[in-house]
């Protein structure tokens, strides 16, 4: 109840991908199904994945409960290009194998990894990054998240160690390749240094500026704690507007991101019940609908839901089934917006670099929407009806408005 929640408050607030993990793998099913109906409760369009073990992780986007993956993580010591299931050559049959069903997908990388593998072979970090990024172009993904992620520790703790992180998000852009830059993963309890560890890529901007903007709160992050998180949307969404820089965030009244965390549930609600899985009580949606985290959601059956999330995956249950059990649960509006996701896999226009899908269901890439900046003031600025959205704060009050219009 609280992906689903969490997913539709997110996608209303701007999120345009939607990512989740688990602690017990066996839960992926239920996990990438919340994810799913949430996410297209919030706003049509929202891609999602489910980061687990590639096998898993793969099988859940050939079905169509996810509809594009990240977590493929490449390494640049010489050790790894021949050892394990890491290889450059095992990464490239992966990403072939979800091109072949038009799914979405970037591979992982960054600084501080090779440190933390445990052989930087006597090479600096940036330069054994710059040979994963390398490797993302060779291997023909449209993508790469990187900018240190899950590493951010090891670069974070070194003389200039930052300055090498928005380096390699540089060199992945400088390969035409969609940037997904981190700011994920804490890495400092200092909020400057947090915030100015983002300012590098925030400014000049990239396609996703945070690849792990959590919309669950820290002790809820299976990422081990991000570098913003729910109790940072107000934060985010005022520093946009005093930089006039447009982080794709926007402020949502109190009242809509209720409404929609209730259908959310509700509708996941109206799939189980459809599909025959461990039923969600009214008091579970009411909890859910209101809840921060979950410690404010009451317990449920571990055993039975884990019963049910075995039974997704022996049953075969895919994408289309979820439309079925949306449209015959009263929640055509989701419903379609989840099949028009699907559509997306035969076009195979996400495959494109930097694509996503807008709220009206047109895809934007580097294709259509080329990066086109030609030196200093030819950027894209906020301007018309975004820039006077940006400029309304829940926080901010007039004398001639004193009771907030924007509530």
Known sequence: MQVAADAAEAALRGFAELETTLGVVRYAPLVAIALQVGAQTGRGGV????????????????RGITAYAETISVYGTEAVFVDGDDTPWSKAFLASAYASRGIKMRFTSGTGSEVQMGDAEGKSMLYLEIRCIQIAKGAGVQGLQNGSISCIGVPGAVPS??????AENLVASMLDLECASGNDQSFSHSPMRRTARTMPQLLPGTDFVVSGFSGVPNEDNMFAGSNWDPEDYDDWNTIQRDLKVDGGLRHVPEKEILAVRNKAIRALQA???HLDLPPITDDEVEAGTYAHGSNDLPLRDVLADLK??????????????????????GFRDI????????RQRVAGDLLQTSAILDRDMQVQSAINDANDYAGPGTGYRPSGERWEEMKKLRHVLSASNPENEVE
């Open 161 to 166: 160690g930052i300055r090498a992180v928005a």
């Open 47 to 62: 891609i999602t994945q489910c980061a687990l073990e590639e096998a898993t992780e793969l099988e859940l986007g050939m």
């Open 335 to 342: 419903a379609e917006n989840l099949l028009a996701v699907l």
């Open 271 to 273: 799939v189980y019940r």
């Open 308 to 329: 049910g999330a075995k039974a997704v995956m022996d049953r075969g249950i895919g994408g289309l089934d979820l439309v079925a059990a949306l449209e015959k649960g």
